[in-house]
């Protein structure tokens, strides 16, 4: 990430005509300050933009890995510049519902363009009454079943990772809970979800 001189940039606030009157028509003055000015004038441009590059949509594209490091969001230069700004944007966002099916959908979609579907809820159980029995045990497993985005980063074309998502998957499930990885060639069918 560099911001330097942009040539013909020109600067909001010349030197030269800030100069005392006395070097108003100093021809040196005026060349040396234009050349101070081409050295400033990307830095007043930055600072006049500020705010343009602290919001994702908005951002040179150079400054988003610095800005998702700020968030603790995923940046990956090889992706496309869009998936790359909306996981940027999306990040404070999916921090909210870590651990939840949503959170994993999320991330699944924002980090790998895939879309997921999440069956089985990791075992958890409670009971409502204090010292009262608890329910019988669900099942501990949690099924994660991916496929390719249709018309989003990843298109039918394009495979699915099974390795990155079950990384992904690994770092995003409870520690509790046992995760299992599918991928599909595309959404599933009735007949799959009943499973």
Same mark, same amino acid.
């Given at each position: ?9 020109p600067?909001?606030h010349p ?14 003055a005026?060349?040396?300050?234009a050349? %101070?000015?081409? =050295?400033?004038?990307? !830095?007043f441009? @930055?600072? $006049?933009?500020?705010p343009?590059y602290?919001?994702? #949509?908005? &951002?040179?594209?150079?400054? %988003?890995?610095? =800005?998702?490091?700020w !968030?603790g969001? @995923?940046? $990956?230069?090889?992706w496309?510049?869009?998936?790359r #700004?909306? &996981? ?10 870590s651990?939840?099916?949503?959170g994993?959908?999320?991330?699944l979609r924002?980090?790998?363009?895939v879309?997921?579907?999440i069956t089985g ?8 009454t ?28 394009q495979?699915?990772d ?6 992904l998957v ?13 991928v599909l ?6 007949e799959?979800?009943r499973?």
């Amino acid at each position: 990430m560099s911001r330097a001189a942009v040539p013909g940039l020109p600067s909001r606030h010349p030197i030269g005509e800030q100069l005392p009157a006395l070097y108003a028509d100093d021809d040196f003055a005026q060349r040396f300050t234009a050349g %101070l000015d081409t =050295l400033l004038a990307p !830095v007043f441009t @930055t600072l $006049d933009n500020l705010p343009s590059y602290f919001d994702p #949509r908005l &951002a040179p594209a150079d400054f %988003l890995s610095w =800005l998702a490091t700020w !968030v603790g969001g @995923t940046d $990956d230069p090889r992706w496309p510049l869009a998936l790359r #700004r909306e &996981a940027v944007a999306g990040a404070v966002e999916l921090h909210r519902w870590s651990g939840t099916r949503r959170g994993l959908v999320e991330a699944l979609r924002l980090v790998l363009g895939v879309s997921a579907e999440i069956t089985g809820d990791g075992g958890a159980a409670w009971s409502s009454t204090a010292g009262g029995a608890l329910p019988p045990a669900p099942a501990d497993e949690v099924l994660v079943r991916v496929w390719p985005r249709h018309g989003g980063a990843v298109d039918a074309a394009q495979e699915v990772d099974a390795d990155r998502v079950r990384a992904l998957v690994r770092s995003l499930c409870p520690v509790h809970t046992v995760c299992r990885v599918e991928v599909l060639p595309g959404p599933p069918t009735s007949e799959e979800g009943r499973q």
